[in-house]
T-cell receptor, first 114, second 111 residues
Framework: DGGITQSPKYLFRKEGQNVTLSCEQN?????MYWYRQDPGQGLRLIYY???????QKGDIAEGYSVSREKKESFPLTVTSAQKNPTAFYLC?????????????FGQGTRLTVV | GEDVEQSLFLSVREGDSSVINCTYT??????LYWYKQEPGAGLQLLTY???NMDMKQDQRLTVLLNKKDKHLSLRIADTQTGDSAIYFC???????????WGAGTKLIIKP
């Protein structure tokens, strides 16, 4: 089945560590996104990529980094510079069809700083 | 700039209708969307409506669009416990690949 796979589902990070969240898609979509979700704040855009080897900062990119070396993969690194990384992270891809634009989401990664 | 607003919570009794409301600011929006997020999971597209439509119905779901007031609503008939989730309203942004998201409305079902 086609879809977006995020791993791991739960991740624990010690203070000062970098961690990388995986996002893989087999939908052949060009555009991929990382969102951060905190209670009551909806989805905030961290980074997005509309094509391989290119990506753009979203609204809250500080303390995060991404790469897009392959169409299928868009990993997110949460660096030690991110002061409050505990959150639910969602990866998405988007496809533009004749009638609409549709977003497909992974199941999310819950990151906790310990 | 573009903005989408929703109430954070809605509580309804099982069997009643739920109406989740959303307001948006971009009058040029061509499509508006409703996504559903079940606990601990990603978002899934529920339905969408094109801006030249006033209403769209799909089984228990009815979407109403008032373009003049920039108001979108999602009605769920005969609300069931499986409808417990967060419902996100979204509008298509200026870019082909951009969606502007509301904060999400958590639907709570009372027995």
């Amino acid at each position: 089945d086609g879809g977006i796979t995020q791993s791991p589902k739960y991740l624990f990070r010690k203070e000062g560590q970098n961690v990388t969240l995986s996002c893989e898609q087999n939908l052949n979509h060009d555009a991929m996104y990382w969102y951060r979700q905190d209670p009551g704040q909806g989805l905030r855009l961290i980074y997005y990529s509309q094509i391989v080897n290119d990506f753009q900062k979203g609204d809250i990119a500080e303390g995060y980094s991404v790469s897009r070396e392959k169409k299928e993969s868009f990993p997110l690194t949460v660096t030690s510079a991110q002061k409050n990384p505990t959150a639910f992270y969602l990866c998405a891809s988007m496809v533009r069809r004749a009638l609409n634009t549709e977003a497909f989401f992974g199941q999310g990664t819950r990151l906790t700083v310990v | 700039g573009e903005d989408v607003e929703q109430s954070l919570f809605l509580s309804v009794r099982e069997g009643d209708s739920s109406v989740i409301n959303c307001t948006y600011t971009d009058s040029s929006s061509t499509y508006l969307y409703w996504y559903k997020q079940e606990p601990g999971a990603g978002l899934q597209l529920l339905t969408y409506i094109f801006s030249n439509m006033d209403m769209k119905q799909d089984q228990r779901l009815t979407v109403l669009l008032n373009k003049k007031d920039k108001h979108l609503s999602l009605r769920i008939a005969d609300t069931q416990t499986g409808d417990s989730a967060i419902y996100f309203c979204a509008e298509k942004g200026d870019s082909n690949y951009q969606l502007i998201w509301g904060a999400g409305t958590k639907l709570i079902i009372k027995p």
